[in-house]
């Protein structure tokens, strides 16, 4: 016969649910370009405000950097308005969050129609990317490295008097 479980308790189906949903959230990056035709602080407003719609959707921002004014590697143009306007140059900023899957589509969607935005990209990202990684020394380095010392060319120890006739040698000749 199957145990009754108290209230409070969570049955062995309702825990398995619920890590199901916990593993739900997955780590992502956005990427993105603002018009440069705002300033610098408007650029900033703009991905508070973003980090602020991450955190209401139920995600949380784990690295993040603020918007800079930085030249593009080529021209990108925008549409808008009824005219078509060109730029060299863009605020970019980036964010990793995580974020459950079923909601990164309708985030992707909301920053797309953002008025500012120039260009977006969001991408999945591994877990351990905010870990930072031990760098390793390949082994094709680490031989490269060593020296081998020959007995024969091994430093002697050398009185006063020998160095100073072997400079006088060097000297006279």
Same mark, same amino acid.
Request: charged fraction near 35%; glycine fraction near 2%; aromatic fraction near 8%.
């Given at each position: 016969m199957a145990k009754k479980e108290s209230k409070g308790e969570l049955s062995e189906e309702a825990k398995v649910l619920l890590s199901e949903n916990e593993s739900d959230a997955k780590l992502y990056e956005l990427g993105f370009h603002l018009v440069p035709t705002i300033t610098e602080e408007a650029a900033v407003a703009k991905f508070a405000e973003i980090t602020a719609k991450i955190e209401k959707i139920g995600g949380s921002v784990k690295l993040s950097k603020n918007p800079e004014s930085r030249p593009l590697a080529y021209e990108i143009s925008k549409s808008g308005g009824g005219k078509k306007e060109k730029?060299?140059?863009?605020?970019?900023?980036?964010?990793?969050?995580?974020?459950?899957?079923?909601? $990164?589509?309708?985030?992707?969607?909301?920053? +797309?129609? $953002?008025?500012?935005?120039?260009?977006?990209?969001?991408?999945?990202?591994?877990?351990?990317?905010?870990?930072?990684?031990?760098?390793?020394?390949?082994?094709?380095?680490?031989?490269?490295?060593?020296?081998?010392?020959?007995?024969?060319?091994?430093?002697?120890?050398? +009185?006063?008097?020998?160095?100073?006739?072997? $400079?006088?040698?060097?000297? $006279?000749?």
């Open positions: 730029y060299e140059t863009a605020f970019f900023g980036f964010a990793i969050f995580e974020m459950k899957r079923d909601e $990164i589509s309708a985030f992707q969607k909301w920053v +797309n129609i $953002i008025p500012e935005m120039l260009r977006s990209l969001v991408i999945e990202v591994p877990k351990d990317i905010l870990t930072p990684k031990e760098r390793r020394i390949p082994q094709s380095h680490k031989e490269e490295t060593k020296r081998t010392t020959d007995p024969s060319t091994e430093a002697k120890p050398i +009185n006063e008097v020998e160095l100073d006739k072997t $400079i006088e040698q060097l000297v $006279i000749e």
